[in-house]
């Protein structure tokens, strides 16, 4: 089996595709497994040549799926709180038990894991997940960390923060509300961090060079932190319309999910993609639309 064999589940993701397509691009043999509800998503994973495979995490057997020199775990569905312990732990955890013995694992993780508070958080700052979400996840790393532990293979939780695109995330939502005069919740002072799927895509391949027996934690972030307040104002002056508001005039730092990044900057490098890029992109996206 040739070492640039990967195996991506929740492939039909905002991540798991674009981390399809970039491997698929350089070369990689990739199958990638989902439910496949989508089938424009579906054909465009095919037409990436991406082996696709129709896969219920809750339900199908994962003994049916390839052998892979590589596993990525991309499945995310933060929109099915009922779900969120059958998927993350039990759904995810019968795959890594199928895959620990004989393939390494890298695992989109989340800054969820932490919790929230006004600090940023370090890969060394003890997890204290204060969400059904967060617990989900961060119970998932240490079923993760048991098996590959006991296997011998090697593996890396990459804790993801908040990717955007032009029509997906936080940016994109800020900017919808701004211009239906919606207010933006409840936390101005909230600290967060904006960046690109490209520099997702990147981190995550690129953090094969650094997988661990021990399973390795790196955050991927960008290193400029916003408050919800200061991203909003720079939305809406791109926008030239619309209002910033909040449910108060001030407060909510201790409801920040922000992430020490000097980690992810040493490995790869600073992101590519610019806050303001973003931004632009969010924008110029919504003014095609008016």
């Not at 399809?20 to 070369?27: F, H, I, P, Q, R």
């Not at 900017?175 to 909230?190: C, M, R, V, Y």
């Not at 909003?232 to 020490?260: M, Q, T």
């Not at 992101?271 to 919504?286: C, K, S």
Request: net charge negative; aromatic share 10%.
């Amino acid at each position: 089996m040739r070492e640039s064999t990967a195996l991506i589940l929740g492939v039909t993701g905002r991540i798991g595709r674009r981390l399809a397509k970039a491997l698929s691009e350089d070369g990689w043999t990739v199958y990638g497994a989902a439910r496949m509800s989508q089938p424009a998503v579906r054909k465009e994973l095919d037409e990436y040549g991406v082996e696709t495979i129709q896969f219920n995490v809750l339900a199908d057997d994962p003994r049916e799926l390839p052998e892979v020199y590589y596993l990525f775990l991309e499945i995310w569905d933060k929109f099915k709180p009922e779900l969120y312990w059958d998927i993350n732990f039990y759904g995810v955890g019968r795959v890594v038990e199928r895959y620990a013995q004989t393939a390494d694992i890298i695992n989109g993780s989340t800054l969820s894991v932490y919790g929230s508070g006004p600090a940023p958080f370090s890969e060394t700052t003890p997890c204290r997940p204060d969400s059904e979400y967060g617990r989900s996840r961060y119970a998932a790393e240490k079923l993760i960390d048991y098996f590959l532990y006991h296997s011998g293979r090697k593996g890396i939780h990459v804790r993801y923060a908040h990717a955007n695109s032009e029509q997906h995330g936080v940016i994109r939502h800020m900017a919808e509300d701004i211009l239906a005069g919606w207010s933006l919740g409840p936390d101005p002072e909230a600290k967060i961090q904006m960046i690109g799927y490209e520099d997702f895509v990147r981190v995550t391949i690129r953090s094969l060079q650094y997988l661990d027996n021990l399973p390795a934690v790196v955050n991927c972030c960008h290193p400029r932190v916003w408050t919800r307040r200061d991203l909003a104002e720079a939305i809406r002056e791109r926008l030239g319309a619309g209002k910033v508001i909040f449910d108060r005039e001030s407060g909510g730092a201790e409801n920040s999910v922000h992430g020490e990044c000097r980690k992810m900057v040493d490995w790869f490098g600073e992101p590519e993609i610019p806050v303001e890029t973003l931004i632009e992109r969010v924008v110029d996206d919504l003014m095609d639309e008016i």
